[in-house]
């Protein structure tokens, strides 16, 4: 079994769409960039503005803006991420359930439901950090 890991939303502009839901939901603000994440984001020639991914904190669970480009029928613009002990063994017990697998990454896993819909498992927060 997981948990809520963060909603993530596939767009255009990050920074943009991420201030936009921060002022809908109570409690929820752009995560701040400190000194170090600007000068990572400078040496990739972004800025907070230009960023490819911001995330969104608040009392529930982490929105994340992701930057792709064009839509892309095939793929969910909005999918859940839902943070798994043993991704291994989540995979197998959801694809008996049903669902397929499209790819396996270092640190999560993008899987289909039985309708189509794109959802992640991830690996817990804290062996996410270790391995970045």
């Not at 409690?27 to 990572?40: N, Q, S």
């Not at 020639?45 to 991914?53: A, K, R, S």
């Amino acid at each position: 079994m997981g948990v809520l890991h963060e909603i993530v939303f596939d767009c255009d502009k990050p920074a943009d769409l991420a201030r936009f839901w921060a002022t809908i939901l109570d409690g929820y603000e752009v995560r701040p960039y400190d000194g170090e994440e600007v000068a990572r984001l400078a040496a990739l020639g972004l800025t907070p503005e230009t960023d490819t991914t911001v995330m969104v904190d608040g009392p529930g669970p982490t929105l994340c803006f992701q930057n792709v480009d064009g839509r892309r029928y095939d793929n969910n613009r909005v999918h859940l991420d839902v943070e798994v002990n043993n991704r291994g063994a989540e995979v197998e017990r959801l694809v008996e359930a049903g669902a397929t697998v499209d790819r396996v990454l270092p640190t999560y896993t993008v899987m289909r439901d039985p309708e189509g819909n794109q959802f992640c498992l991830v690996d817990p927060r804290i062996a996410t950090m270790a391995a970045a």
